[in-house]
């Protein structure tokens, strides 16, 4: 099994930034990609960003040029920094890591941490 923690959600203005760092545990073989999803009320979770093992990235269109995905493979953890943020930005952000066995590939979530844009 894989646990997975969130941290540094918050609320801050509209421009400004902030780091959301995501810790793994248990068992982590074999988690080829991690990334960072989001959710508002009312509307379906989608994802943010995304990054390999080996380092490539994608990121949704919405927050190119303004998020960066990282990965330290050596502490298990995963960071979004997030910078000129906008009101739409407002969302629960969710960890998520994906783990390919075969033909079978294993999703796991974190609790989720809440980001608020304010005006």
């Known amino acids: 099994q894989v646990q997975l923690v969130e941290s540094g959600g918050g609320l801050v203005q509209a421009g400004g930034s ?3 760092s995501c810790a793994a545990s248990g068992s982590i073989v074999s988690l ?8 508002a009320p009312g509307k379906q979770r989608e994802l943010v960003a995304s990054i390999t093992r080996g380092g490539n990235t994608n ?9 960066t995905i ?3 493979n050596a502490k298990n953890t995963v ?6 943020l906008k ?3 407002t969302a629960v952000y969710y960890c998520n890591a994906k783990r390919l066995i075969i033909a079978t590939v294993n999703d796991y979530w974190g609790q989720g941490t809440q980001v608020t844009i304010s005006s």
């Open 18 to 20: 902030l780091r959301l």
């Open 32 to 39: 080829g990609v991690m990334g960072w999803y989001r959710q």
């Open 59 to 67: 990121y949704a269109d919405s927050v190119k040029g303004r998020f």
């Open 70 to 72: 990282s990965r330290d």
């Open 79 to 84: 960071y979004l920094q997030m910078s000129s």
């Open 87 to 89: 009101f739409e930005d």
